[in-house]
């Protein structure tokens, strides 16, 4: 579980980078009841066609993928031209 979510973690900042033209990137890991949550958030351009990324592109489809393998939830939030925000759960 450690190593899948450090994974998640580094692909969402590896996305930022390579794709976001973004100035700020936040990383957020919290432990709750239910388990760890995960918000990592960027003021880049975002992402016109969410559910067609995650589709086609391999970091989000991988992301969701590994989320699903470890019990957990994804949410991706991106208002176009108003930066991306990734929500993940997992359960502990």
């Known amino acids: 579980v450690e190593i899948g979510c450090f994974r998640l973690a580094q692909e969402a900042i590896d996305n930022v980078v390579k794709h976001a033209r973004a100035a700020h990137l936040d990383l957020a890991v919290e432990m709750a009841a239910p388990g760890l949550h995960m918000t990592v958030s960027d003021d880049g351009v975002g992402i016109a ?3 067609g990324a995650r589709r086609m592109s391999r970091g989000l489809a991988g992301m969701s993928q590994r989320v ?12 176009s ?4 925000r990734v929500e993940i759960a997992i359960p502990l």
């Open 68 to 79: 699903r393998s470890l019990g957990g939830a994804m949410q991706v939030h991106s208002p």
């Open 81 to 84: 031209g108003t930066g991306t």
């Open 49 to 51: 066609d969410v559910e």
